[in-house]
């Protein structure tokens, strides 16, 4: 029999629960808006929503599938006891639903907004290519003998080894950068909300039954919450103490060696020669930067004495 003993503790689990899965849910707008505002993602590292499309899908199986199914209820009770609670909320399957969701816009923000030289790495291709020959040969494996438990453990698995991986491509560009430009602060707190709030729910669980066979039982929602804790924990130092930003630089202008188009047309190279005055060859641009330079400095011709003598010039030209 798998019941509550004290309603106090049920009403913190679904507290917490739901706490938690705004917290998750929440965190994915701040970097989705700021992509938008900047129009640019040079500085979000594309390892991170890559790898973070196979960590939800096997969340998401993981999950709904513990959720859901009463066959695996009946083999989750069969080896760890019929008092025992099935350790999924209904929180953490609408949570996985949205964040995979969220994922897959995040990666369409990555095809149609500035995104520099930036390419998803051979080594996060690599991961994601074992993770998924992994799981077709686990589903070959478990099919004969329906072992959907052990199944579905896997796949959560699969999504704690990624959560401890996809962090780090983005710390270590954070790094490299000596700058958190263009990853979003407001991701990492919601995000280390969540985690805080998910631990604290499994607590509550934990306190009701007397037992700590939901730590272990759900091993994967555990090392999740304490994974992105200490991960976002070390993001938030080096975002105000090692790499700190003077003013708010979210909507910085992307320096031009950093912001190459996704698809080069050749537009670029050709817009600042299409101003270009045909017979002489004299670009606008050119003037542009003359009178700017005498602007700046004080013992040469005014700007607009200058620009009338290299207009003068053109005509005789």
């Known amino acids: ?54 960590k939800h899908t096997s969340y998401l199986v993981y999950n709904a599938a513990m959720y859901f199914n009463p066959e695996i209820h009946r083999q989750y009770h069969q080896k760890y006891g019929l008092n025992q609670m099935i350790p999924v909320g209904l ?80 710390a270590v560009t954070n790094f490299n950068r000596k700058s958190t430009v263009g990853w979003s602060i407001g ?54 103490v090692l790499y700190p930003e003077e003013g708010d630089k979210g909507n910085m202008v992307v320096p031009s060696e950093e912001a190459e188009p996704f698809i080069d047309s050749g537009m670029q190279r050709n817009k600042g020669s299409a101003s270009k005055d045909d017979s002489t060859g004299t670009g606008t641009d050119d003037l542009m930067i003359v009178g700017v330079a005498v602007a700046a400095t004080p013992n040469l011709k005014s700007g607009s004495v200058l620009a009338m003598e290299i207009d003068e010039g053109q005509r005789a030209i």
């Open 187 to 240: 991701f990492v707190f919601f995000d280390l909300f969540g985690g805080l709030f998910s631990f604290g729910q499994m607590c509550a669980q934990s306190i009701d039954q007397g037992s700590v066979v939901n730590f272990y039982g759900n091993l994967g929602k555990l090392l999740l919450s304490l994974e992105v804790m200490l991960f976002d924990l070390l993001f938030i130092v080096q975002h105000y």
């Open 1 to 54: 029999m798998d019941s509550w003993n004290s309603i106090y503790e049920e009403v913190a689990y679904g507290v917490l629960g739901w706490i938690s899965f705004l917290s998750w849910s929440l965190c994915f707008y701040p970097q989705v808006l700021l992509n938008y505002r900047r129009k640019s993602v040079v500085g979000f590292n594309f390892d991170f929503p890559a790898l973070n499309l196979t």
């Open 91 to 170: 929180n953490d399957v609408f949570f996985s639903i949205h964040a995979l969701s969220l994922t897959i816009f995040t990666m369409y923000q990555i095809f149609i907004y500035e995104r520099g030289t930036q390419k998803v790495s051979k080594t996060c291709i690599a991961i994601t290519a074992i993770i998924w020959t992994s799981a077709l040969v686990c589903i070959i494996i478990a099919w004969p003998k329906h072992s959907w438990l052990w199944l579905i453990s896997v796949f959560n698995t699969f999504q704690v080894i990624i959560t401890t991986i996809k962090y780090i491509p983005q």
